[in-house]
Structures are given as structure tokens and as C-alpha cells.
């Protein structure tokens, strides 16, 4: 990026650029031609801040709502880093710039993701000292997951879309199940089995390629209408989480977003 001032157009792909997975493994390559977000974002304040007139900067870290509408919970969450250190260095510019304006928002919210759960009984009151606990026991609304599942989310080398990308794209004759689930577990740190790679086969089996990644209805992973990432159900499984099903921004429609250690149906509530 040598260019310093001027009227500037970065065309970098022919469609969308790296995801946020694809960024970090290639942030330290010598070749790379892609510019990340935070090296974009930094030269577009460079060259607009040096108008007099002031300047409008528009900052999108878009990849995350691909990642959430296939239940991609670690292509989420490098979306989500490396969004957070775009966030950084633009507070730092404008804690320099007294007479400019930051807003943070969104366009709209796809999965219900999160990362916190309650499951019956999970964990137990505690009695507490003190006069707010004398009567109640302290008792959280709430469990979360745990940094090391983060860790292994973070290690995830290919998104969903990529993995079921580069599946659909072999020979046909080589398109089985043990394939899949090579293919799957040699990308994420959270492995299924042959049989669960059967079962998004049989899913799978007279669709659609590019409908591979949803289907309607797929009870197993939770008893909704709402379409659901195939791969998510398993996943959620080894995760010790729920995500919710994936959902754009529907009036009137906000399932209950639903989280929990155990896959039984009988502890999922509707809203």
C-alpha cells in the first residue's frame, strides 16, 4: 500500500476477499496480495483525514453474517477478532481527534449466537454472606462456555463454507461419507464420527449442492421449522453449546435462542 494521498480504488478479489479465518493464516505470508481489514481501514484514515473538510469512513466486517448463517462458530469468532482489532485502532485514532464521531452498529443479527447456556440444575446455589444474600441463595441465570473451547474454536483452519465447498467440487465416485468426515476433521478441532457424516449424507442425498449446508426442519440438532447448518448439529455436541438455527431478521418471528450440554429435546423450551 505506497499510495499516500489522492482519490484511491482497491479492487482485491473478483467477489469476496479473505475470510476472517483465511486472513489470520495468511496475515504473516510474504506474498500476500490481500490487504487485511485493520490495513485497510488504517490507510483509508491516512489519506481521508488529510482533508480539510473533514471525512466519512464506512468500516464493514461483513463475513460474519455469512459465518453465522451457516453456524460457523469459528469463522464467528475470527470474524468477530478480527473486527475487535479494526475497533481498536479506530478508538485510538479518535481519542486523538477530539471533533470526530465513532458509531458502531449492525444491519441486523443472524443466529442468535452466544455463548452462555442453562441447563436444569447445573450448578448448585451458594449461600453468600452479607445482608442482599441472607434470605436468597446467590444463583446464576446463566452458564458460560469455557476459554478453551474459544481456544479450539480458534484453531479452526477452513469455514464451513470453504470445507463444503472444496467436498462439493471432487469427483462424485469419491464424494463419501469417510471423505467428509476426513475433510471435516482435518479443519476443526471438534471431530465427528463416521456415522454422524453418514447421517449429512443421507441429508444430503438428493439435494442441491449449494442447500448441502441446510436443510429444513433437521430435528436432531433442535426441533424447529427454522433451517439449520447440518454440520452445527455434531459440532454443538462436542462444544457443549446450543446455537440457535439460523434466522435473517424476521418481523415478528425471535426464537428462543437455546443453549445446553446435553442434546435431549425434552430440555429445550419454546418461547
Not at 452498529?105 to 442468535?112: I, K, L
Not at 477452513?158 to 470445507?163: G, L
Not at 427454522?226 to 418481523?251: D, Q, Y
Amino acid at each position: 500500500m505506497a499510495i499516500q494521498n489522492g482519490k484511491v480504488l482497491g479492487l482485491f478479489a473478483p467477489s469476496y476477499t479473505l475470510n476472517g479465518i483465511e486472513e489470520h493464516l495468511s496475515e504473516s505470508t510474504p506474498s500476500r496480495t490481500i490487504p487485511k481489514l485493520l490495513e485497510m481501514t488504517e490507510r483509508s484514515l491516512q489519506i481521508l483525514s488529510q482533508n480539510k473538510n473533514g471525512f466519512f469512513l464506512m468500516v464493514e466486517g461483513g463475513q460474519i453474517d455469512i459465518a453465522a448463517y451457516g453456524n460457523d462458530a469459528g469463522t464467528v469468532l475470527h470474524e468477530m477478532v478480527r473486527f475487535d482489532r479494526t475497533l481498536k485502532l479506530l478508538f485510538d485514532w479518535v481519542n486523538k481527534h477530539d471533533d470526530t464521531l465513532l458509531v458502531i452498529t449492525a444491519d441486523h443479527e443472524t443466529g442468535g449466537f452466544g455463548f452462555s447456556y442453562k441447563s436444569p440444575n447445573s450448578t448448585p446455589p451458594l449461600t453468600l454472606s452479607g445482608p442482599l444474600f441472607a434470605k436468597t441463595p446467590y444463583e446464576s441465570k446463566f452458564e458460560y462456555g469455557s476459554y478453551q473451547i474459544l481456544d479450539k474454536l480458534f484453531e479452526q483452519k477452513k469455514s464451513y463454507e470453504k470445507i463444503f465447498s472444496e467436498f462439493e467440487t471432487i469427483d462424485s465416485k469419491a464424494r463419501t461419507s469417510e471423505h467428509l468426515r476426513n475433510l471435516i476433521n482435518e479443519s476443526t478441532q471438534f471431530p465427528i464420527s463416521l456415522s454422524e457424516a453418514q447421517e449429512i449424507m443421507e441429508l444430503y442425498s438428493g439435494q442441491e449442492p449449494s442447500t448441502f449446508r441446510f436443510r429444513q426442519g433437521y430435528a436432531p440438532f433442535l426441533q424447529t421449522t427454522s433451517k439449520g447448518n447440518l454440520l452445527a448439529s455434531p459440532s454443538s455436541a462436542r462444544l457443549g453449546i446450543r446455537k440457535l438455527m439460523e434466522i435473517h431478521s424476521k418481523a415478528g418471528f425471535a426464537p428462543d435462542t437455546r443453549y445446553g450440554p446435553t442434546l435431549n429435546p425434552e430440555l429445550i423450551l419454546d418461547p
